[in-house]
């Protein structure tokens, strides 16, 4: 999932803003299938009472906004996260060594109706080819036939005799023919998998509780928390809570 945030006192350019951003995934062949979040906001004290570290990918952030400017936002913006991307949207480049001092990835010119190829522009600066994270699994199954399975419906995989991966999704489970480590590299760097016992890739956005010693997810399964990791794995399940 990409999540980005849409901060602009402007209701006609927030919509211009989303309207164009759907736009723009939908002409990627890498995301076309992902899951696209824009959150919206009408001031920089609002979108700060809501934000913490890592819950956004990307900030388009306006700059002339009454009461906190966007220059004044993305100072607090980088007090939290010193990573996420930011991009400003302004109707002048007079703050364009700011937006360097904050690390801004840049700027785009308003009214964004008039700018439409900068947006894509800076998406593409921002998002270059690779960075956007897969949204579904398409692997092999028993009889060399392929599946896609969608990230956001995966509950969890664990590893069968054969050392291959079986994937247990809320209404059924599959085997596969993928060794489950190649499965788990693959799911490396999708914040959402975490290996909480051996052999168990465990999606946390299903987890409904904890207690010492496991998960409940959202349909009653209960999967283990590895004793010897237990601390390790309880604070990197709290870490995600607080940055969702």
């Not at 690390?103 to 700018?115: N, R």
């Not at 991966?165 to 190649?182: L, N």
Request: glycine share 4%; aromatic share 10%; net charge negative.
């Amino acid at each position: 999932m990409i999540r980005i945030a849409l901060i602009d006192d402007s209701p006609t350019d927030i919509e211009i803003g989303q309207r164009y951003v759907k736009s723009y995934f939908e002409s990627r062949e890498d995301a076309r299938d992902m899951e696209i979040s824009i959150s919206t906001y009408l001031d920089g004290p609002s979108f700060l009472s809501e934000f913490e570290e890592g819950k956004f990918d990307l900030i388009f952030l306006d700059i002339y906004m009454p009461g906190m400017d966007g220059i004044e936002a993305a100072k607090n913006i980088r007090q939290k996260d010193e990573d996420v991307k930011i991009l400003f949207l302004t109707t002048s480049r007079e703050h364009a060594l700011e937006s360097y001092q904050v690390f801004a990835l840049g700027y785009i010119l308003k009214p964004l109706i008039s700018h439409k190829d900068d947006l894509f522009s800076a998406l593409n600066r921002a998002l270059p080819p690779g960075a956007l994270k897969p949204a579904a699994l398409i692997l092999r199954i028993p009889g060399n036939e392929t599946l896609k399975f969608p990230l956001s419906r995966i509950m969890y995989i664990d590893c069968n005799k054969s050392r291959t991966a079986t994937i247990h999704m809320k209404d059924k489970e599959a085997p596969t023919r993928e060794m489950f480590q190649e499965v788990a590299e693959t799911l490396s760097d999708d914040r959402r998998f975490f290996e909480c016992y051996h052999k168990v890739l465990l999606n946390m956005d299903f987890i409904e509780s904890m207690d010492d010693e496991s998960f409940r997810l959202t349909d009653g399964t209960v999967i283990p928390i590895s004793r010897r990791k237990k601390k390790e794995v309880k604070n990197h399940y709290m870490q995600y809570l607080l940055s969702k």
